[in-house]
């Protein structure tokens, strides 16, 4: 049985699963599709998925913050630093910011 396996993820995106789920519902998501925050960065970025993605974007349990419209993100480049991302964000831009392989993504909220 193998110990440990490769991956080709620079860094991770973790993503708040209950945030995501309230967004989903009713008029609210991301994106022109209103989809939830982790489909729509995986499509933006063209992503693949599993361990031979270029990053992980990945759902994690609720990580107490529970903005009224937002989904908490968190990039393990900058573990301190957690962003709240709302439902009219430009994608792309936030794309770019994430994919950005060795300089940790500004502005924050």
């Not at 993100?73 to 910011?97: F, S, Y």
Request: proline share 6%; charged share 30%.
């Amino acid at each position: 049985m193998k110990t440990e396996v490769t991956s080709n993820w620079s860094h991770a995106i973790l993503l708040c699963k209950k945030c995501s789920k309230k967004q989903t519902k009713g008029r609210f998501g991301f994106g022109r599709k209103r989809k939830s925050l982790a489909t729509a960065l995986k499509e933006e970025l063209g992503a693949r998925t599993g361990r031979k993605a270029a990053l992980g974007i990945v759902e994690v349990p609720c990580l107490d913050i529970c903005p009224k419209q937002g989904v908490v993100l968190v990039d393990t480049r900058t573990p301190g630093q957690w962003r709240i991302i709302m439902p009219d964000a430009d994608l792309g831009e936030l794309a770019r910011q994430l994919a950005g392989v060795g300089e940790p993504p500004t502005g924050t909220r």
